[in-house]
């Protein structure tokens, strides 16, 4: 079967960095994406790594280690607006198949 | 206007009624998702489809269909809806270069089952 985790909370400073980590168990991997969602709202996609290493889109980060079956996003000069729920996904491919499966979610709260 | 509508945003109805959530998209993507969202377990893919009557099961299919008439259309029904069906409900949308992760998400439909 498939399984992710994620951390459930994360607390940080506006001005800071923070990273948020993800690992998975998966039969089929594919790549690893993040996505944002802020409360009441609908998640929005921010980045996808099939292939090990770094991805730098402005103040976010997605790292992904398939030796390691890990993954992080790292957000930096963290805004109070960066304040959400951010979720680790993988794709899933087997015979026949071919899923994106969503973590739990991680709550990112960002104090003044 | 939104790349992604769904309708209803918000419904209550009663155990035992037929639902339909509809979703449309202006994107012009030919892959289609449908997510449950419940607190605490994130999001949980329903069916999705990658072009029109092409159907495939997600993760929780069981007590849901769907129907893909049309390239900007992707329908959910619940054929007799239980409380445990209410939850937040997502469509979403990608290309054929996206990977397969939905890209782009509808505002969300509520739906409650009393």
């Known amino acids: 079967g498939q399984s992710l985790e994620q951390p459930s909370e994360v607390t940080a400073v506006e001005g800071a960095i923070v990273q948020i980590n993800c690992t998975y168990q998966?039969?089929?991997?594919?790549?690893l994406s993040w996505y944002q969602q802020h409360d009441g709202g609908a998640p929005t996609f921010l980045s996808y790594?099939?292939?090990?290493g770094l991805e730098e889109t402005g103040r976010f980060s997605s790292f992904l280690s398939r030796s390691d079956s890990y993954g992080y996003l790292l957000l930096q000069e963290l805004q109070m607006k960066d304040s959400a729920s951010y979720f680790c996904?993988?794709?899933?491919?087997?015979?026949?198949?071919?899923?994106?499966?969503f973590g739990k979610g991680t709550r990112l709260h960002i104090l003044p | 206007d939104a790349d992604v509508t769904q309708t209803p945003r918000n419904r209550i109805t009663k155990t035992g009624k037929r639902i339909m959530l509809e979703c449309s998209q202006t994107?012009?993507?030919?892959?289609m998702y449908w997510y449950r969202q419940d607190p605490g377990l994130g999001l949980r893919l329903i069916y999705y489809?990658?072009?029109?009557?092409?159907?495939n099961k997600g993760e929780i299919s069981d007590g849901y269909s769907v129907s893909r008439q049309a390239q900007a259309k992707f329908s959910l029904s619940l054929e007799s809806a239980i409380p445990n069906q209410t939850a937040l409900y997502f469509c979403?949308?990608?290309?054929?270069?996206?990977?397969?992760?939905?890209?782009?998400f509808g505002d969300g439909t509520r739906l409650s089952i009393l």
């Open positions: 979403a949308t990608s290309d054929r270069d996206g990977g397969n992760q939905p890209q782009h």
């Open positions: 489809s990658f072009d029109v009557k092409d159907i």
């Open positions: 996904a993988v794709r899933d491919m087997g015979v026949g198949d071919d899923k994106i499966i």
């Open positions: 998966t039969s089929g991997f594919y790549g």
């Open positions: 994107k012009g993507h030919d892959r």
């Open positions: 790594n099939a292939l090990d």
